[in-house]
């Protein structure tokens, strides 16, 4: 039996096992070259040396190894769950009439363009966009139908509000006050400061695993739908709306690079996990909380670019 | 027999040309929108009303339609011949030591990010990125030798220097100056500013037409080979990059956008042209100078959201 | 008896009545190029023809003409009486050592250096340095204490809140929310940001005429002493930096033509006030609602062009 | 005998003297905490225990302690030169339709502002500024007229070309080429960049010492009169419009700072020359080439802010 990863080049399960073992090690092994964050003071808590991968495939088969259990907050991981949210919502106009889908070359949390190029925040994968996303959902959606969202996307029911990072976002998110209230002066951000980053917040600290973001990812190259029931979460339009942004602008500044060097649709966050949609269909969840410059856990961006290579995912692999 | 666009879903050779019969009437009639460029004086004298498009598949059928063998200069699609021609001469490492691969989220000519961010420039799709690798190769080759290059790539061997835009390039290129000069002041660029730039307004006047806009495309989609003669004009890793860069930043503010609309590595230039690598393997060149408000061929946008859409050309409809 | 404007040049007190007449027909009649401020709703009703102006000089003596006892909010004319107070309260190495006095060339209230250049504002004249201003004074003195000092630096007990502006400030201070936020996310902002931007707002709102304006101004102008009652208000060093700053970053973007073509320590205000410290001493408090492109007084920057031309008050003419 | 410094605060000459000896240690006292400037490698050749100043009034008399005769280049300071010679040669409006007379807030060679807020240049005193000043002047002088223009404004008929500062600016011009040609691309700059730029460095080169300067701001203080011919050098207008411009952007990113703490209009260059023109009229020069953080002199800095504090010198000490 095989995975169906690459029809020209198939590969015994066993020949895959091996491509994810040698990806946690190489994971593994970078942990100490990178740093965790502090910014959020509950985030500095996190083990630096935690490492864990897991993969799931439309049958249900998944290979983990590591910390893979291990609970952590989504943090911009989150977007993802937003846009996706946003779409089903409002659709496709009404969501990108309020955040653009460029890619800024900024860092996460700028303010530069907003103030100089463009009203509406570059793309949703920034925190000025996310806000705004969210505030697009404020009116309609409370914040536990969005988890249950989140919850359903990720094939994992024990998705939960991390309370402690949450408070730890609420007390240290002026950043993110002064990008709502900017977004608000110029009549931007459609619902109330206040409500939409506690949303926000709440959605950053929400609480997965390696295994859950690995569910997240299996749903989406999986075309929006849950492979186990059948059910069509994100409208396959979607879904390719999502990828092409993931692909453009999911990795904070090293987006480019990714897209060079792995080649795959993913969203990292500062809490240290990485969701990667690839071909198989597969989802691909990693966390180890040592991150590098530019904010993305630095032993799953080189244990994805080994699992890349070797299974030949690359989207211009083709 | 059939073209090979997508192996679940095949079409008939009379379907896809109705496909790209449509595609050709759309853009067409998006001309009226768009606007020809005139910072280069020469430029001014393209027919707005103008537009063709071609498609050459490995087998050498092509589909042609309107002002497909007009000749027009490459401008900024250049600038993936530059790309190529470094990765071959300089190899991957050193390329990338000099420009980055990331989208910047500014005007292709923009200087902001060069005086602010990063004194490398962000990416080799922009004036500041390719003028840096044209400097990297400004020692070892010549012009001839580069056209020659651009020749073989094209599938075309009539690609000439277009005198008139090039002395127009030349006499209007007090901002590539600027950016030449800030580079060297940085002592990021490596040859000789005036040399570099005489080479890079040269690149910019090559005289291409859609058809051999199409067969750069097809040499790209074919992993690199030339499917006529079986030649390997680039390595498939750097067919790879290529096509990341393209995708993520091929389409200057607008890159984004087209990564979610249509969803192909493609190349644009303010000469009104436009290339496109989409699986097959298949090339798509377009032609129209009317340009939109982010110096696109209006029409060729138009064009290429339609085959992409009808033949299922989106790299995330995999 | 002469008015001690310019040793060398004494006046009559018939020929300095006849300038500053002369200056009021100038500012009335330059009132129609301009455009009442509509960003606070409530400084949009306004009377976009008043204009009026009042000189004191130290013995008390006044000149004035048209609307000069009509009431309107003091606005960024505040800034002046909050860096007194700082200074006061605080001394100058505490004040400089949380705001900096470097004209800063953007908008009075960008935020784009705040990201990029210095974690400081550039000085205390602009949004961000006045907020960041109060914030020092704010767990020490209560607003009614700060409206005390505005009364006796204006020589004028009437000042009292002006309720609407206040609330429409408020409601609309969502960008002055954006900087206090930023500026506490970098932990610049030393209290409670709400706090910080109430006091902020009210200052901004208490009500004043051209007269209250030309009595701030005499007591600059009289090295921080109340002419009337002996009183040191401000320290005469402190004074001295207070001119220095208002020369330097006092009107906006046009601070530098003000320097050259008025060259005397003023401070405008978008509620159409504007205050000059000029040699004497002299006060001179100006009032004209309509705005021009740098959100000056239209008419008040022309009279003042007058004067000082007439009288001689240019700080470089001496 | 008195010097006249201050009316209402005569001082002996022997107490005016002491005061300059005393300036002299401080200065020379602070040339361990800076650093010889070394982008243009021919100034790096400067000795960094240099110092020297040279006071000169009306009469004639001048004081001198250190290396008051030593001949250096006088990079910036020539801007002041120029500035005067545009405004003699094409008057206020015309100069002031090609630059502003705003301070910028960046750095002296910044390209920022050029490419996001205004396609004229800031002011006079950045690179730009005077750049594009020397453009207008390119057509209509010579060389050799603007270099005796310089002599006589510094009533010091030795100053002559540094040939080797020359050769050592124009090899290391880029980033000044960058603005150049940035400035040509717009439109703004009137003459031919090569042209322009290699007057640029001429007059940067131009040799002068701590005397010279001393010389330039003792024309200035004299409303633009040599005091010795009784000749009138600069339009007493325009000398207010350069003591404005100087007091608010003389000092690159320090000038809000030196008009706060010194108060007296000056100009420094990064080959460690300082002019000042005080009231008096008495123009004082200071020469030490280890500059501080913000490229000014650091012992001619601390040097004029105890000339200024003890001798009553500030603007805003009237």
Redesign the interface.
């Known amino acids: 039996m095989y995975f169906h990863i690459e029809s020209g080049n198939p590969k015994t399960r066993e020949q895959i096992r091996r491509v994810f073992a040698e990806a946690y090690e190489i994971g593994k092994a970078n942990t100490a070259r990178g740093k965790v964050a502090d910014y959020i003071p509950e985030l500095a808590k996190a083990d630096k040396n935690a490492f864990g991968l897991c993969m799931i495939n439309e049958e249900g088969e998944s290979i983990a190894f590591g910390d893979s259990e291990t609970r952590f907050s989504m943090q911009s991981i989150c977007k993802v769950v937003i846009l996706a949210l946003a779409l089903k919502t409002k659709g496709f106009e009404t969501t990108f009439s309020h955040v ?7 860092s996460f949390n ?4 907003l ?3 463009s009203n509406l925040p ?2 949703p994968m920034i925190n000025a966009g996310a806000i705004e996303t969210v505030s697009l959902l404020e009116g309609d959606l409370s914040f536990e139908e969005m988890m249950a969202y989140a919850r359903s996307l990720c094939l994992d029911h024990d998705i939960c509000l991390d309370e402690a990072v949450y408070r730890s976002e609420f007390e240290t998110g ?2 993110n ?6 977004l ?2 110029k009549s931007v951000l459609v619902g109330d ?1 206040e409500r939409t980053l506690d949303l926000y917040f709440k959605m950053c600290s929400l609480s997965v695993s390696a295994r859950s973001l690995a569910g997240l990812g299996l749903v989406i190259s999986n075309d929006g739908i849950d492979p186990f029931t059948g059910k069509l979460l994100i409208d396959p339009e979607h ?3 999502i ?3 993931m ?3 999911g990795m904070y ?5 990714f ?2 060097r792995v ?1 795959v ?1 993913g969203k990292s966050g500062v809490g240290g996990g990485m969701m990667c949609a690839a ?1 198989g269909p597969m989802g691909i969840g990693l966390y180890g909380p040592a991150l590098d410059a530019f904010g993305n856990s630095s032993g799953a961006v080189k244990a994805m670019s080994h699992i890349s290579k070797e299974l030949k995912l ?5």
Do not use: Q, W
């Open positions: 653009m889908m460029e890619p800024s070359g900024d700028s303010i530069l363009k103030d100089t190029r570059f793309n002026d950043r006050r002064a990008i709502a209230y900017l608000k002066s400061p879904v390719r709306t990828k092409s942004i692909f453009t602008c500044d090293y987006s480019g690079k897209g060079v080649g649709p071909r690359h989207v211009f692999d083709y």
